[in-house]
């Protein structure tokens, strides 16, 4: 299967008085049609810049500095500002955790969806626009008269709800959930990742889910990757990354868990995330990682395969591969 979103090599650096922060350091993964992606790791580690480089969003003094985002073959980086933003919404949305408050509270429901038909030249009659906004809003498990309603009258789930119609209603291929249900209640938070996944395989859409959520990660994404300082360093099936990690900072992750029912991994690992300004030589990880030997120090360690479909950035994959020899 052709993969529908091809991410290669991809840096994001924002530019400070001080030198470069190299938010998001050469990232390469793909995702396949239907597929759902979760992307996890401590705050500031890169997960939310990758999302607004997906959606070419990063703004002074973030740029974008290398690499490709080939959207169904289509490179994402190469397009015109107008090309972009017409891109947006109807190929790849963002479902983000500020996105319920950003709402327009004196705008009523219907007008924010059909803000998005407009934008994209898309003339509707408006009985053909209220049957679209009704099938949307029944589509999130919503009635149709909450149309009628201005964000203020919502509560939390019903407007993330609201944000996830407006996701999906021109079909995109790709939908970005960046910690879509942080701000709700543990309650919530579940109904709206069933209602997230039930819309998703309905449009066949593939996700990206980021957030630090270990509990809603196991339950919604079906692979997974883990970002540490910017980089990628380790990704495969979701099964094997909670049962066999393969990398050392993930390891530690999963290993500061009671289970696999853990919501939150902020107790997580000893010991402090890197100054981006100035990363420590060879593995980023090295000042944290308790199995850290001298090649770690000098050399950086590129992702390699692990086992099937299953990748990580480590040098104990080289060290384990020369005893099996
Ligand atoms: Fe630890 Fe070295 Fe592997 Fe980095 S490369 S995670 S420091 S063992």
Known sequence: MQPILEVRDLSTYYHTPRGPVKAVDEVSFTLHPGQRFGLIGESGSGKSTIALSLLR????????????????????????????????LADIALVS??????????????????????????????????????????RVGLPPTVANLYPHQLSGGMKQRVCIAIAISLGPKVIIADEPTSALDVVVQ??????????????????????????????????????????????????????????????????????????????????????LLAPPPGCVFHPRCPYAFDRCRVDVPKLQMAAP??????????????IAA
């Open 309 to 322: 479909h299953h990748r990580a950035a480590c040098h104990l994959l080289d060290e384990k591969e020369k």
């Open 57 to 88: 969003l990063i703004r002074p003094p973030g740029q974008i500095e290398s690499g490709s985002v080939r959207l169904d073959g289509v490179d994402l980086l190469s397009l015109s500002d107008e090309e972009m933003r017409q891109k947006r």
């Open 190 to 275: 579940r109904r709206v990742m069933q209602t997230l996944r039930r819309v998703q395989e309905d449009i066949g859409s593939a996700v990206i889910l980021i957030g630090h959520d270990m509990g809603l990660m196991a339950q919604f994404a079906d692979h997974v990757g883990v970002m540490y300082a910017g980089k990628l360093v380790e990704e495969g099936p979701v099964r094997q990354i909670f049962a066999q990690p393969q990398h050392p900072y993930t390891q530690l992750l999963m290993d500061s868990l009671p289970s696999l029912d853990s919501r939150d991994m902020s107790g997580g690992v000893a010991g402090q995330p890197p100054n």
């Open 97 to 138: 955790q500020g996105a319920m408050n950003s709402l327009n509270p004196v705008t009523r429901v219907r007008s924010l969806m059909e803000d998005g038909f407009r934008n994209h030249e898309i003339e509707l009659s408006s009985e053909e626009s209220e049957q679209r906004i009704a099938a949307l809003l029944g």
